[in-house]
């Protein structure tokens, strides 16, 4: 376990200080989303925590990295902010992830791309669950959002 904690520091340190390196050159730094990619944390749904920022804050750089050490409570993130680690867990649906880039990396997330994309996320889930009725509902309900990047589902039995 202690090993973990100091890749984790390590890594978290190496982020601060590129951090620092990037304002000190006068550009505005880009914010960074660590995000656990371990099994625990994929099992649970990182993957919404990797990809719910892509498609919702471009601008903000998103990468997998090894265990927190939290796994009971993942899938967990981690940002620097305002010179301090922060962490999150739980980090399950795109509802949770918005949240995380309005109120502490500052971005704007276009309400409706955020509702599409939860939409898509558990349309996906209840296909996998072979659902297929309520996936297509879902997928259904997000074009109906209107986002315009997106595009009509196939479904096939």
């Known amino acids: ?23 000190t050159r006068g550009a505005a730094p880009r914010p960074t989303l660590w995000v656990c990619g371990n099994r625990w944390c994929r099992e649970r749904g990182a993957a919404v925590a990797l990809g719910a920022p892509l498609a919702l804050a471009p601008d903000v750089d998103v990468r997998p990295r090894g265990c ?17 680690t922060v962490e999150w867990h739980a980090v399950d649906s795109v509802e949770k992830v918005r949240r995380i880039l309005e109120k502490y990396l500052r971005k704007d997330v276009d309400e409706s791309a955020a509702q599409c994309l939860e939409l898509h996320f558990l349309a996906e889930a209840a296909a996998k669950r072979k659902d297929l009725e309520l996936a297509a509902r879902l997928y259904s309900d997000a074009l109906a959002t209107g986002h315009a990047p997106q595009r009509g589902p196939a479904l096939a039995e």
């Open 68 to 84: 927190f050490g939290r796994c009971g409570e993942g899938p967990n993130a981690a940002a620097v902010v305002g010179g301090a």
């Open 1 to 23: 376990m202690a090993r973990r904690t100091r890749s984790t520091i390590a890594l978290l340190s190496a982020f601060t200080s590129s951090y620092a390196l990037d304002a």
